[in-house]
């Protein structure tokens, strides 16, 4: 989808891009990363035709960019960059219907429009269409931004550090704003941060650079397990162990765990845990309810009278979750397992933190 071809860019004699190829394939997020200064921004602008390359070439959908003009150019593609600079003098609306008014949409069809983006974007149309740049926060005044990026629907959308400029909350929420925006639009997005939190979170591609040089390029995993050099091994962290278990599912770790329900006959469960030390316990509905201990003086009864009852969430991790995330959980409860339940919070199986040491 897009393919930049031995891309060089000088001012004067200073060369901020040397020599990169990259090709972005249809739907995919790649996020260039990089040092403050490294050519990420120039490589954008390149790309929309706000720079000239030096030598090399650009492609998007098989057409080279510079037999394009650049205004038919940008109306196809979305950009974004940190502070939106949205028009102060409109409403959210109408900034967001500015292209589609430069494309002489039909009213009608402009307003579905706007309505479907602001919804898409998190914004309540009735409260914020009619809202100027002033009176929004910066997070919603970003959302406004994407949104008037998408208003042509574009097949391809530059963001610059989108991000960049908000709290590490409102950040938070946009990003993943964003990640649930892709997974339903599927645009061809070549994303601009320093934050290597943001790339692993949101890319599919990571493209690392380094003045003005691509050094490495791949899927956040890979870059995480088999960083090139020292480079990329100290830009990624030192905590690029933990880093690859928040892009790990739990369901990787999960494997069978017996348990028995509030009802079932004490001498059966004692027989189930065998030589182990504990059985987890589900209510009528397949849900966790807390575990059983071993020992046990000549039980009598049910296994109700005997488990350990304990709340939902300190004990359990959803399939979904990262293993990050069931680690930390480990971790703030001091156990060495959890519960894994599916979306209907039914017992799965368990993960333990055994099994994630050996086995990543
Ligand atoms: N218009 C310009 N004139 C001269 N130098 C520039 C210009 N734009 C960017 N540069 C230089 O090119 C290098 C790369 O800049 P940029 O692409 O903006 O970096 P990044 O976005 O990765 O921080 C920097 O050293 C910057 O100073
Ligand atoms: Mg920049």
Known sequence: MIQIKNLTKNYNDYAAVKDISLDIKKGELCVMIGPSGCGKSTTLKVLNRLETPT???????????????????????????????????????ENIATVPQLLKWDKNKIGERVEYLLNLVGLEPFEYSKKYPAELSGGE???????????????????????????????????????KIQSELKKTILFVTHDIDEAILLADMVVLMKDGEIVQSGSPTQMLEFPVNKFVRDFVGTDRALKRLSLTKVETFCKPAPYVSLNTDISNAVEMIDNGIYIWVVDENEKPCGWLDAYMDEPTGFVKDYCTIDSFENFTVSKKQSVKEALNKMIKSGVNQLVVVDGDERLLGEISIDDIIQKS
Do not use: K
């Open 141 to 179: 005044a970003q959302r406004v931004g994407v949104a008037r990026a998408l208003a042509a629907d574009p097949e391809v959308l530059l963001m610059d550090e989108p991000f960049g400029a908000l709290d590490p909350i409102t950040r938070s929420e946009l990003q993943r704003s964003l990640v």
């Open 55 to 93: 030598e090399g070439s650009v492609f998007i959908n098989g057409e080279d960019i510079s037999n394009i003009d650049p205004v038919i150019l940008r109306r196809g593609i979305g950009y974004v960059i940190q502070n939106v600079g949205l028009f102060p003098h409109m409403t959210a609306s």
